[in-house]
């Protein structure tokens, strides 16, 4: 049953609030990777690539989640997606203690692999219960705004992961000329600095799942008439309406985009800079993530006054120009450059998923699904940027991934922008849906 006017205000502002405490722990543990890859790069002699590895064991969950999650969502609810999500991202969590202490990369990619099985499922239900809780036109500066505090996680993780997780310890030569077992026993301690970060991160998580238990959130019609939707054929319907088409190309490479920005930042800003990683970790957080949170809030803000496909497009072009920059740039250009693409990328994907998602109608949810699966792109184009940085020699190059990913984005602006000058029309099923030409 939908909410009574006088109880829908106060229901749907604390829903608000709640679920703006799952975009802020999705965005703290996804910026806890960022200083995992250097950790465990060290801890087990990896290459950039199998470095990389890291953001593919958890962009692949998104692949293999986001269509369950979606039929979750149909047949159980918000609600219990919610949990369901929830209970998972703890379980990961907790799964580090024993990766730590077996001290093998796979454990640590299998629990990786679990918290984004988690939060896959927390995403595709989450961005479109923000978008249809309040008044439609407001959607995409809705999602902005519950992103910003994902922005806000960017900025905190890597400051308490790096003095958390990064252990200022021996340096590398040090460490090939210490006794293979003296070596092999420094590491294992370095390893196991991750289990503490991790079990906190695990409580928090059960606390808010126990909130969420006793929580009563607002029903809504989109999410009812999803539910009694026939899933059947679901999926190429949604693929049918071309803004959703386009919405899962884009997400797929910003996702890429972002992982490879954010994910390779310690590293590069100590190769292209020259600074140690605990300083690249504070410039990550309070350059990069400070950058991403004020880009959101000033999005959101801008959104009032410039259409956010107009807006989408000039920011994507700007991440054009700086990724160029990053490439050849060096000390503080090189940092200024990162840094700015991290300001422009912080509007792209609640943007961009909004605009997708935008009058669906009973396509809602598998929409979602779909757009949610692409961020599979985080698994993809790290492995580009690592192998090309492999290859030329140059942790640099590997910005024409993101580069590359810029454009695509920028794409998907200028069609959503004729979409938006075209008329209007009803459809029989009372969806608004463009005429395309």
Known sequence: MTPTAPASGHSYRFAFVMITTLFFMWGFVHNLDPILIPHLRRSFSLTVLQSALVDSAVFIAYFVMALPAGLLI????????????????????????????????????????????????????????????????????????????NGLAATLAPIAGARAILVDGASDAQLQAMPEGARQALLAAEAASVKGPYLVVALVIMAIALVFYFLKLPATGAAQSAQSAPASGAILRALRRAPIRRAVIAQFFYVGAQVCVFSFFILYASRAAGISQIKAADYLGWGCGAAFVVGRFAGTWLMKYIAPARLLLVYALASVALSALAMFASGAASLAAVIGIAFFMSIMFPTIFSLGIGNAGADTEMGSSLIVMSIVGGAVLPLMFGAISDITHNLQFGYAAPLLCFLVIAWFARAALRDARQPAVITSTGSIETCLN
């Open 74 to 149: 149909r047949k159980a609810g918000y609600k219990s997606a919610m949990l369901t999500g929830l209970a998972l991202f703890a379980t990961g969590a907790l799964l580090f203690i024993p990766a730590a202490d077996t001290q093998r990369y796979v454990f640590f990619l299998g629990a990786l692999f679990i918290i984004a099985c988690g939060l896959t499922v927390l995403e595709t239900a989450a961005n479109p219960y923000i978008t249809l809780l309040g008044r439609p036109e407001h959607a995409t500066r809705r999602l902005n705004l519950a992103q910003s505090f």
